[in-house]
Structures are given as C-alpha cells and as structure tokens.
C-alpha cells in the first residue's frame, strides 16, 4: 500500500471514546477518510465534526459488532463510499469484573460477543473486501490482556487470549496474500473511560492498574501500523515487560496478579452493583482519557526504566524463593 495515510479510507469500531476516539482524531490530521462505528451514534456525529474540522471527511456508521448483520452493514456501508476498503481497525471492546460465579451468566456471554465475537466479525465481513482489491490491512486492539490473565476478569481474559489465537490462525490463513495484512496490538494498560464504563460486581470503585499510559500510545501504534505493517506490536514497552514476566514465570505472575487485584478490592471504596455500558450505550465520560494519574506519555522513558527495575527485583526475588524451596525440599 501507499506510504501515507491522507485519502486512505479506514473504519474503526468503538470510535466514541478511548482508543478508539484517539485514534479517530490522530488519523483525521493526516487526511484520512474515516467511517466511525459506535452504537453511540450522538456522539459519533460529535466525533464526525471534530474530525471535519481538523480538514477531512467522516461518515458515521452506527453500529452493534454484537450483531453480524449490523458489521456486515458498516463492510459494506464502508466501500460503496468511496469504492474501497483501505484499513480495518477492530477496537470496540466491554470489560464485565466481579468474583467469576457472582456475576450473572449474561454479563459473561455478552463479553465474550463482543470482544472476540465481534472482532471475528469485523474480520469476517471485511476480508471479502480485502481480497476482492487484493489489498487491505486489518488491525486489532488487543492488548496486553492477550498474555496477561486479569483476575475478576475472566470473560475478558477468555476473549483476549482466544483473539490471539484466532488471528494467529488467520495469518497463516492468508499466506498467499502479500498484501492482506494483519496487524496485532498488545498494549499496555490505557488511560481510557473504559474502567468507567464497566459491569461491575466487585461492589468496590474499579480503577485502572498502573503502569497506565495515554492512548495516544495506541493511536500512533494504529498510524505506524498503516504505514509499515507489522504482524505484532507492543505499544507502551510495559506490555513487553508483562508478557516477558508471564513467559518466564507464569505461576508467579498469576498469583502475583491475585494478590494485587485482591489487596485493592480490600481497600478499594464501596460501589453498587451495575451493567455498564456491556447492553446499552451510556453517555458519560466519552473522552479519549479516564484521567487517571499518573498517566505515562508517549516517549516518556523515566517511568518505564523505574518500571523496568521492579520487574528485574521481583524476579530476583522469583529466583531467590525457587532456590531456597528447592534447598528446604532436599
């Protein structure tokens, strides 16, 4: 494909708020054409109007990647636009948190349709496209979740761990097509109204766990992407640092995630019960940012090397008990 973004016409879902806005508003400066799916179609139109100011066109596509007729719809609302297809980026995403056999069954069901549902479905109805122009590139906002369990969470872990065997399994699907690409985006944890947004049957107040970094991180790994495909990245080097620790020490990491999501829930402010946005859209915090603080920037490197030390001293400390268990077993 082209070297450049302007004119290029690239659909996003989940484009009302977080990753998805940010990576709206980044691409809209460099003139690409966007169509914007959501099923938020009010702040969609907002979205829409920012994007034309910043000097290109926008269409907006209501859309519920829980139902395929409705993505089959934005495939193909899409390409009788402008006669083509160029980029996909599926990013619509739930998170549902709370003790696995507490929270009602819906909830989990209604995860899994979206996050990894509804990521097969982008791909599903865009693929034609792709091979009909014998070109295209499709991008996934994974996440760092992909390799790194989070407790709480299980339909969320569930969803993104089997997204990246799906399209591990569709990269190899497509070998005999150069110019089909699929890019995968492991980010690290993201400032983004998500947390916000949340079912939560926790009965405490959700926030985000640090390191957390700005979606533009996401945003610039998303124009990259475009750019120069790449079959994996890992915005926000932190997700290295996660996958590294799982593969090297999964079991440690595990219980390490356990203890640390339950030391907050001890400590964590009381909250009700709710659904968030899993089958309704809200209207509420519909930023690119959930404001959490510290937030690390795009090219920040301070927090990341202090980073860097603890994941070295925890696994100093990995080795160190495994010595020491091994001494006691003999």
Known sequence: MENNITGKVIVITGASSGAGRAIALHLAQDGAFLVLASR??????????ECRDLGTKALVVPTDVTDHS?????????????GRIDVWVNNAGVLAAGTFEKMPWENHQRVIATNLLGYMSGAHAVL???????RG???????????????????????KFALRGFFEALKAELTDWPHIHVVDLFSAFLDTPGIHHASNYTGKVLKSAPPVYDPMIIAQAAKAAILHPKSTKYPGAASLLFKLGHAIA?????KLAGRLMKMYLRKAESASSTDGNLFNTVNFAMSTNGNTKPRIKPGTKRLLKAWALLAGAGFAVYLIAGRKNKRHAR
């Open 40 to 49: 938020n179609e009010t702040v969609l139109e907002e979205l829409a109007t």
């Open 250 to 254: 999964p079991e440690l990491t595990v």
């Open 128 to 134: 034609p496209y792709f091979k009909y122009q014998q």
């Open 137 to 159: 590139i499709l991008i996934n906002n994974i996440s760092i979740g992909g390799f790194l369990p989070v407790p709480f969470g299980g339909a969320y872990s569930a969803s």
């Open 70 to 82: 409705s993505v089959w719809q934005l495939a193909r609302t899409a390409y009788d636009w402008k």
